[in-house]
């Protein structure tokens, strides 16, 4: 499942995929790969595979990557 994220004008800041275990990639408008969320840690990872947030926090990667 794709969900886009956009922003309160309507542009599109990206995307979150979510495959068939709850794990999530998050991309960016250009479709470059931000982080990932592992489900059965329950973390949150940049690109560099750097933990960032402990929890589902997918959404953010988009908006701190300004």
Request: charged letters at 25%; proline letters at 0%; one cysteine or more.
């Given at each position: 499942?794709?969900?886009?994220i956009?922003?309160?004008?309507?542009q599109?800041l990206?995307?979150?995929?979510?495959?068939g275990?709850?794990?999530?990639t998050?991309?960016?408008?250009?479709?470059?790969?931000?982080?990932?969320y592992?489900r059965?840690s329950n973390?949150?990872?940049?690109?560099?595979?750097?933990?960032?947030?402990?929890g589902?926090?997918?959404?953010?990667?988009?908006?701190?990557?300004?």
């Open positions: 499942m794709t969900e886009r956009t922003n309160f004008y309507g599109c990206g995307t979150i995929e979510t495959d275990n709850g794990n999530k998050v991309k960016d408008f250009y479709g470059r790969i931000l982080g990932h592992e059965s973390v949150t990872k940049d690109f560099y595979g750097k933990i960032l947030y402990h589902d926090m997918a959404a953010a990667l988009l908006i701190t990557q300004r």
